[in-house]
C-alpha cells in the first residue's frame, strides 16, 4: 500500500522514538510526551508494531473518511444560504442568523471553515486581546450612553444616508433604545430620552459627545461651559441626570463599538427584512432587533439593585421641550422658525405688543407660550391655536403648565387669628415660627 509522504514521515519519527525508548535513552513516559500523545495511545502503537512490523506505524485512518464529517447537503445548504440570502454578513452574525432561523447545528468554527474554504469570507488576521482601562459600572442605570450615527443604513435605498440614534447601559451593554431620524437634532435626542425614562426610569448620569445640541464649547477642542446650558442640558437639569462630556472617540469606546457593531449587522438584517422607508426600519427595531441584540450581547450586571428612578406621575412635556424668548410683534403674533402664533386676547390686557415671552415647542411638534406663571395658549404644530375646554382660571393644566397648587383652609383661619392678634398688639405666634393650625373641620 501507499502511503503519503506526511504519513511516511510521521511514522519514521514514531520508530526513532521507540526505539530509543527501547534502547533505555529515556522512559516510555517521556517518549509519549515527545510524540505529544498520550500514554495509553503510545502502548497502542507499540501492540500494533509487535503486531504487524513498521506498518503498523501508519495511522490506519489515512484516506478513510471521517465517521464525523458534515454531510455535503448541509455544506450546500450554507453555502446557497450565504450567496442567496445572507451575502455581506459577517460569519459571527451569519452563523447565529442560521442557527435560529433555519436550524443549522454546525459549530461556529465549522462554518466559518466552509466560507472561508468557498472564498466567500476573507481571512484575517486574529486580533489582539481587548483590554479595558476604564471598569464597567455596577449598576444598571447607572450610566448610559447616547450617540447618533450617519450611515447608510438602508441598503435597498442608494444614496440616502439617515442618523440612528441609539442609548446603551454602560453596566449591562443593553440596546435600550434605536431609532432612524433624519439627523441627531434636539427633538431626537429628547424623544430618545422620554422612551427610555417611560420604559425603565430616570438614570444617574448620561455620557455623550460635545455635539452642539450637547453643549457649549467656547473654544474648539476645548472644555465645554457648563454654566450655558443647551436645550437637551436644560432638560437633564430639570430631571436631576448628571451629563458627563466625552472628549476623544477612545473615551466613549462603549458607544463607538455599539455603533460599529450595528453598521455590520443592522444593514444586512434591514436589507434581509425588505425596509426601504425609517418608518418601516424602526417597526423592526424595535420588535424584532432589539430583542435579537440584546439576547446576544447583554450581560448581567456587577450589582442586582437597578439605579433607574422612577417618574411616577411627571408629565414629561413640563421637562422636554425646546424653549425660547420671542417678542410679540404688533396685532399680537410670534413667528418661530417660519411658524406664525397668533396670540388670542387675553384678559386683562389690551394689547401683549412688545411683551418678552417664552414659547415652547414639545416633542409632539405643539407650542405653548407663557410669560412666567401666566399661560397664553397652546397651537398646533402648523400654529393653528388648540381649541380646548379649559377656563381661564385652570389653564395652567395645558401642556407643559404647572399646577396650581391648593391651600388648607386651616391655614386661612391661622392666618387671620394671626392678623387679628397683630392689631390688638400682641402676636400670637409660637417661639419655633409656625402657626398652629386648628383641628380639621373646625372653622374661625
Not at 450615527?149 to 441598503?155: D, K, Q, T
Not at 476623544?248 to 455590520?264: A, F, I, K, W
Request: net charge positive.
Amino acid at each position: 500500500m501507499l502511503y503519503p509522504p506526511s504519513a511516511v514521515e510521521r511514522a519514521m519519527q514514531v520508530k526513532e522514538v521507540m526505539l530509543r525508548a527501547m534502547n533505555k535513552e529515556y522512559s516510555w513516559l517521556r517518549a509519549a510526551e515527545i510524540l505529544g500523545i498520550t500514554p495509553r495511545g503510545l502502548r497502542r502503537i507499540r501492540q500494533r508494531m509487535e503486531q504487524f512490523g513498521y506498518e503498523g506505524l501508519v495511522d490506519m485512518r489515512r484516506g478513510r473518511p471521517s465517521p464525523r464529517r458534515t454531510p455535503v447537503e448541509e455544506i450546500e445548504r450554507i453555502l446557497e444560504l450565504y450567496r442567496e440570502k445572507y451575502r455581506g454578513f459577517n460569519v459571527r452574525h451569519f452563523h447565529q442568523t442560521v442557527r435560529r432561523e433555519h436550524g443549522v447545528k454546525l459549530s461556529y468554527s465549522c462554518v466559518k471553515q466552509i466560507l472561508q474554504g468557498a472564498g466567500l469570507v476573507k481571512k484575517r488576521r486574529a486580533r489582539g486581546r481587548h483590554r479595558r482601562k476604564r471598569p464597567r459600572k455596577a449598576s444598571f442605570g447607572e450610566m448610559l450612553h447616547l450617540d447618533g450615527s450617519l450611515h447608510a443604513w438602508l441598503s435597498l435605498v442608494p444614496g440616502e444616508k439617515q442618523t440612528l440614534i441609539q442609548v446603551i447601559d454602560d453596566a449591562t451593554s443593553r440596546l435600550l433604545y434605536a431609532q432612524l431620524w433624519p439627523g441627531e437634532t434636539c427633538r431626537a435626542v429628547m424623544t430618545a430620552l422620554r422612551d427610555v425614562i417611560q420604559a425603565h426610569g430616570i438614570p444617574q448620569s448620561l455620557y455623550t459627545d460635545r455635539a452642539g445640541w450637547a453643549f457649549e464649547t467656547p473654544k474648539a477642542g476645548g472644555k465645554v461651559d457648563k454654566a450655558h446650558l443647551t436645550q437637551v442640558g436644560g432638560a437633564l437639569a430639570r430631571l436631576g441626570i448628571e451629563h458627563i462630556p466625552s472628549y476623544s472617540p477612545q473615551g466613549r469606546g462603549r458607544s463607538e463599538r455599539m455603533n460599529r457593531t450595528l453598521q455590520d449587522r443592522l444593514v444586512n438584517e434591514l436589507r434581509v427584512a425588505g425596509a426601504t422607508t425609517p418608518d418601516e426600519a424602526n417597526v423592526y427595531l424595535l420588535e424584532c432587533y432589539l430583542p435579537t441584540h440584546n439576547e446576544e450581547f447583554a450581560r448581567e450586571p456587577a450589582e442586582s439593585t437597578s439605579l433607574f428612578v422612577q417618574c411616577g406621575d411627571l408629565d414629561l412635556d413640563e421637562v422636554l421641550y425646546e424653549e425660547v424668548v420671542r417678542k410679540v410683534a404688533k396685532d399680537n403674533p410670534i413667528s418661530i422658525e417660519g411658524t406664525r402664533l397668533q396670540i388670542a386676547k387675553q384678559a386683562g390686557r389690551r394689547t401683549c405688543t412688545g411683551l418678552a415671552v417664552q414659547v415652547r415647542r414639545h416633542l409632539d411638534g405643539s407650542y405653548t407660550i407663557r410669560r412666567g406663571a401666566v399661560f397664553f395658549g397652546v397651537y398646533e404644530a402648523d400654529g393653528r391655536p388648540r381649541e380646548t375646554t379649559l377656563r381661564t382660571s385652570s389653564a395652567h393644566k395645558a401642556p407643559g403648565a404647572a399646577q396650581r397648587a391648593r391651600v388648607d383652609s386651616r391655614v386661612v383661619a391661622a392666618l387671620g387669628t394671626y392678623r387679628d392678634s397683630r392689631r390688638g398688639g400682641q402676636a400670637r405666634v409660637p417661639a419655633s415660627g409656625r402657626l398652629r393650625l386648628p383641628p380639621a373641620g373646625t372653622t374661625r
